[in-house]
């Protein structure tokens, strides 16, 4: 499903962009100041443009406007507090398997099975918050709302609060979880 599929994305643009396929990583390794400043806009900057080109291509070649689950997510279809715990739970479990798995403090060596790890992990975040909040832990998904047309003042939380759980997992991973020089 869903967590191959990413571990196969990543897989595969290891060596072009480190594997970057979601903004909320990109931010992960800025603050673990792994990239630079400028480095992190940039990758996020081409990760929306894919996002947009991508979406105004299916919704070029599709007919959407027929589906019964076109409209995008609201806060009436679900409560604004399970909204926040599962999308920032999800970025949370995302991002410190993410952090444990590349940590060559961890003693992991590069390797096929980090993407794997990754990707389970997508898989198993997305089981556990799928019925709850549709959009998914990649705030480029906001994308294809916009090119369709159907944007509401409810999208920015499943844009933004994935950074806020990255940037909160990060800080307790490198404040409390990251093992020590030996």
């Not at 800025?30 to 900057?45: E, G, K």
């Not at 294809?144 to 994935?162: D, E, K, Q, S």
Request: one cysteine or more; charged letters at 10%; a negative charge.
């Amino acid at each position: 499903g869903v967590g191959m599929t990413v571990c196969l994305m990543i897989y595969l643009c290891e060596d072009v962009s480190g594997g970057h396929v979601n903004p909320s990583i990109t931010l992960m390794f800025f603050l673990d100041t792994q990239i630079s400043f400028v480095r992190m806009i940039c990758y996020i900057f081409v990760q929306f443009c894919g996002g947009f080109a991508a979406a105004g291509l299916l919704w070029g070649i599709g007919n959407f406007e027929g589906l019964p689950d076109f409209a995008p997510p609201t806060f009436e279809n679900f409560p604004f507090i399970k909204v926040i715990v599962f999308m920032v739970a999800g970025s949370w479990m995302l991002i410190l398997v993410t952090l444990a798995a590349i940590d060559a403090r961890r003693g992991h060596a590069d390797c096929f099975l980090q993407p794997f790890a990754i990707g389970m992990s997508v898989h198993v975040a997305l089981l556990f918050m799928g019925p709850y909040v549709v959009t998914g832990l990649n705030p480029v998904v906001i994308c294809w709302y916009i090119v369709c047309g159907v944007w509401t003042h409810h999208l920015w939380a499943f844009g933004l609060l994935p950074f806020l759980g990255t940037a909160t997992a990060v800080a307790v991973y490198n404040g409390i979880l990251r093992p020590y020089k030996a």
